[in-house]
């Protein structure tokens, strides 16, 4: 057992080591309600099967001018592709009227202009050094 917890331990610390510092920025928001529910993908299968290799929750009482940085240094280097919601009402899921999200959406480095879902290739980025994203919010009522 105490083998176990030392190993689990060392395998805690090297992870961490290989954690980079990820700087989002999040750009367009409407609000301040709610929180950011960020999910990182690593594979088009992860994406559209909807498992998120990290799922994290971004709190949203610092926006200023409708933008927010925020700064993850536990993810560890690879490739990713981000999807996150702008939860306006905090309850862990995306709410629709008619079909027609009512929060907004973002992805890593993507720009939404049209009604098109995008595939994993068009919003994967290389997370190996310290790196910054950007999140345009789409919201479409």
Partial sequence: MKKLLISLAFLSFVIVLN??????SFENVRNSKGV???GFFT????????????YKTVPKNSIV????????NDIPSGIYGIV???D?????????????PCEGFGFSNYVVDKLKIPEFDDFDFK???DCCVKIVFKYLK
């Fill in 65 to 72: 001018n409708g933008m927010l940085t925020y700064i993850f």
């Fill in 127 to 129: 997370l190996g050094a």
């Fill in 43 to 54: 594979s088009q299968q992860s994406y559209k099967e909807g498992n998120p290799v990290y």
């Fill in 88 to 100: 306006e009402n905090s309850n862990d899921k995306t709410d629709y009227s008619w079909m027609i």
């Fill in 84 to 86: 996150v919601l702008d």
């Fill in 19 to 24: 954690a980079q510092v990820l700087s989002i």
């Fill in 36 to 38: 950011f529910r960020v």
